[in-house]
């Protein structure tokens, strides 16, 4: 059985009369993210750890900051589109960790509808997606509230070591 591992890492500068998206999951807050897309760091995050786990470079590459198509795009459709790459190569995610590192606001309370929002898109069984956050404890940028990092690490196997009738329905009970 092949095992892939990728890792990503995400940031983005807050600012007023934005949303705050994270892991699709709009989040009450006076600042959202700034970027070409939503800003979804989480999400984006993902995105390069899947990516870097097929060798096939990272999320500006595929969906570049100068095409006018990511403009403002739900950052859950630039997710769909990498799990399309990985399908084509026949894998399929194993699990995920994610660390969302973040002075405000806390994700805590949206830890588990972060968690199903992803999964409606990757499709694994619940416990194999984990969600974590973590104060930078006022220090530096991060610290001090100025925008928000993430990291995530996953693991991609072959898909013909899957029962085929689950991922073909995509199901997440059994795996």
Not at 23 to 30: H, L, V
Not at 121 to 145: D, H, M, Q, Y
Request: hydrophobic share 35%.
């Amino acid at each position: 059985m092949t095992m892939l591992i990728g890792l990503g890492y995400d940031i983005h500068k807050l600012q007023k009369g934005r949303k705050l998206i994270l892991g699709g999951i709009q989040i009450p807050n006076s600042k959202g993210l700034l970027g070409h897309s939503d800003a979804d760091v989480v999400t984006h995050c993902i995105c390069d750890a899947i990516l870097g786990a097929m060798g096939e470079k990272d999320i500006g590459e595929h969906f570049p900051d100068t095409d006018p198509e990511y403009k403002d795009i739900f950052s859950l459709k630039l997710l769909e589109k990498v799990l399309e790459i990985m399908k084509k190569k026949n894998l399929a995610v194993n699990n995920l960790d994610v660390t969302i590192i973040v002075q405000e606001p806390k994700v805590s309370p949206y830890r588990e509808q972060i968690k199903e929002s992803l999964n409606s898109i990757i499709k694994i069984p619940g416990n194999k997606i984990n969600i974590k956050a973590t104060s930078p404890e006022g220090l530096g940028a991060l610290g001090n509230g100025e925008g928000i990092a993430c990291i995530s690490i996953v693991s991609l196997v072959d898909r013909e070591h899957l029962p085929a009738k689950d991922w073909q329905a995509g199901k997440t009970e059994s795996r």
